[in-house]
């Protein structure tokens, strides 16, 4: 039977031509177009689509236009928050680093910066981000506005290493915000881009580190069991639990003064099709067939390790295109949440190869932020191939989310309405009022922020 590495079933590549070739650089211009997020799974015919420039340019495009606006990252979200009969609103060209600070270690960046691309950037000046999340191909701004994170347990979501940002509100006004506004810089680190259009920010990292990255195949209960101590003993670690099985792939990462080493990868099966054959799973088979040879192929899974500097190890390349679900949980519930699915996927003979993806986030105070508290929480993810149709999957597990009080993730597909989600979120109708103060005429509402909003 082939050897196996975790990155066989997970790893794949972010190449998503999003947008075509009509950008126009350093143009406002108003220009028709079609839009799809990277899976696929959302679409629209905007009436036109903005480059902006320049923030002179963005003020301007603001304060002598009317009617409905979206600001767009590069498309990685899975939920509708972008789709619009209005105008989108890309900020591609404000982006790379303004500014930085070799004492504080922070940097002012243009909001549409890559993350991918602020890498080798930092390291040019000895900087490094603080964590990543799975991909890096998300903008800064679109990665804070749904409250994008990585995994650790003492670390918090990205929008926590916001210190300032600067909104462009719906009628072109321009606010620098930072912790001394109180209740605006609560909910503006995680604004799901209905207070305005952020255009810079200014980033908490650390010195350039290097990373110590072991993946290796575990029983899920013998890691469930110790899952608080190896959270805590490790700088980062997550466990893929594998469906219809007994095993996760499991991740630690830990900073090193190891010389830098590559390890070699094998060809990647990611999606669906690709895992079953790597299974060696015949057409239709029982429940109890697939745990049996995903047992003993999990099994034959080899350690692997590798070392290099932080943001070259901390976010991966998705090949094939999925949708995805993920909530968070209390983490003192995430294993019981955890079991509930796999249960759940194995007894109703849930069609789906994806393995789950379970991780720790420290608690902050950003009001729309998931992992809200002063607690850690637990995020769990399903995914779907994206060609195939994930409502009925995701229709079955959503409620064993909420049976748990998990809160979703603004990026990711939930069904939850606005009823509650002021359940989940303390402060959600104070962000609604703030939304409301910024913004009267929902001019940055879609159809879906409208709905969330009672916009
Ligand atoms: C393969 C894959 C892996 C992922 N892994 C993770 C992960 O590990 N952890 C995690 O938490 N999430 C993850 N995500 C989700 C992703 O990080 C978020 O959905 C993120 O918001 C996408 O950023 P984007 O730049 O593509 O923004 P978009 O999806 O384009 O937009 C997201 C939101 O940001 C708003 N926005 C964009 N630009 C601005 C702006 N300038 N001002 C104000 N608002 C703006 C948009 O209006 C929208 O509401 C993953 C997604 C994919 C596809």
């Known amino acids: ?87 989108l609103v890309v900020i591609d060209q404000l982006s790379g680093i303004l500014d930085s600070d070799p004492d504080t270690m922070q940097v002012t960046l243009g909001a549409g910066s890559r993350l991918g691309d602020l890498g080798p950037q930092l390291d040019a000046i000895g900087q490094g981000m603080i964590n990543l999340p799975d991909i890096d191909r998300q903008t800064v701004a679109g990665a804070i506005a749904t409250g994008t994170h990585g995994t650790g347990v003492t670390l918090q979501a990205l929008s926590s290493f916001i210190t300032s940002l600067r909104l462009v509100t719906s009628t072109g006004s321009v606010m620098d915000i930072d912790a001394t506004d109180g209740d605006l810089f609560h909910a503006a680190r995680v604004n799901v881009g209905a207070l305005g259009i952020v255009t810079q920010v200014k980033m908490q990292n650390r010195e350039a580190y290097k990373l110590k990255k072991r993946e290796w195949a575990a029983p899920t209960e013998d890691i469930l069991a110790n899952f608080d101590e190896l959270a805590a003993s490790h700088r980062h670690f997550e466990i893929f639990p594998l469906v219809y099985s007994d095993y996760s792939l499991v991740l630690s990462i830990d900073e090193t003064d190891e010389p830098i080493g590559q390890i070699d990868l094998q060809p990647e099966p990611s999606d669906d099709a690709s895992i079953a054959e790597s299974l060696g799973l015949t057409s239709n088979p029982t429940p109890a067939e697939r745990r049996r040879i995903s047992n003993a192929t999990a099994s034959r899974i080899q350690a692997t390790e590798a070392v290099d500097v932080s943001y070259k190890l901390l976010s991966n390349v998705r090949n094939s295109r999925f949708n995805e679900m993920e909530y968070s949980v209390p983490a003192e519930v995430g294993a019981e949440c955890l079991r509930e699915i796999l249960r759940t996927i194995y007894e109703q003979e849930i ?88 913004d009267p005429q929902g001019r940055m509402l879609n159809p879906h922020l409208r709905a969330l909003f009672n916009g």
């Open 1 to 87: 039977m082939k050897q196996l590495s975790r990155r066989s079933f997970l790893a794949s590549s972010v190449k998503a031509v999003l947008f075509g070739a009509y950008a126009v650089k350093g143009s406002a211009f108003a220009q028709s177009t079609s839009w799809s997020n990277w899976s696929g799974g959302q679409t629209c015919q905007p009436a036109g689509r903005y480059d902006i420039g320049s923030e002179e340019e963005l003020t301007s495009l603001l304060r002598n236009t009317l009617g409905p606006i979206r600001p767009i990252g590069s498309g990685h979200s899975f939920s509708p928050l972008v789709p619009t009969d209005g105008h």
């Open 351 to 438: 069609d789906v190869l994806f393995p789950l993806e379970y991780r720790y986030v420290s608690g902050d105070d950003n009001w729309l932020s998931m992992s809200y508290g002063d607690h850690p929480h637990a995020t769990i993810s399903i995914h779907r191939t994206a060609s195939e149709d994930y409502r009925p999957y995701f229709d079955i597990i959503e409620p064993i989310f909420w049976k748990y009080g998990g809160r979703p993730h603004w990026g990711k597909v939930h069904s939850l309405t606005h009823r509650e989600l002021t359940q989940l979120y303390p402060h959600f109708k104070d962000f609604m009022e703030i939304r409301r103060s910024l």
